[in-house]
Nanobody, 123 residues
Framework: QVQLVESGGGLVQAGGSLRLSCAAS????????MGWFRQAPGKEREFVAA??????YYADSVKGRFTISRDNAKNTVYLQMNSLKPEDTAVYYC??????????????????WGQGTQVTVSS
């Protein structure tokens, strides 16, 4: 059974940093696209960042502040979030594609999802 488990969320002041982790089990995703999405209260889930074997992709709203990375040996993907803003407050979800290597911003591409981790940024 494939599982994605996020961790690292929490409460932080504006300008602070957090690092989210997403540990996969049940299969390896080393050659597959993985991504991070988020959903704020009352809003639809939106793309944040994604990573292929060698490339990264970011939403404009987080470019320059967030960094996605992966450790294939640990089957884990990370999201380093710096210079956090109150508008970054959301539940953050990790996602993985079962078959494709090139990620997209579309939720429907991803086959596996984590349960989400809350990030709250206070002003």
């Amino acid at each position: 059974q494939v599982q994605l488990v996020e961790s690292g969320g929490g409460l932080v002041q504006a300008g602070g940093s957090l690092r989210l982790s997403c540990a996969a089990s049940g299969r390896t995703f080393s050659g597959n696209a993985m991504g991070w999405f988020r959903q704020a209260p009352g809003k639809e889930r939106e793309f944040v960042a994604a990573i292929s074997w060698s490339s990264t992709y970011y939403a404009d709203s987080v470019k320059g502040r967030f960094t996605i990375s992966r450790d294939n040996a640990k089957n884990t993907v990370y999201l380093q979030m710096n210079s956090l803003k109150p508008e970054d407050t959301a539940v953050y979800y990790c996602a993985a594609d079962a078959s494709r290597a090139v990620p997209t911003v579309r939720e429907t591409q991803y086959d596996y999802w984590g349960q989400g981790t809350q990030v709250t940024v206070s002003s």
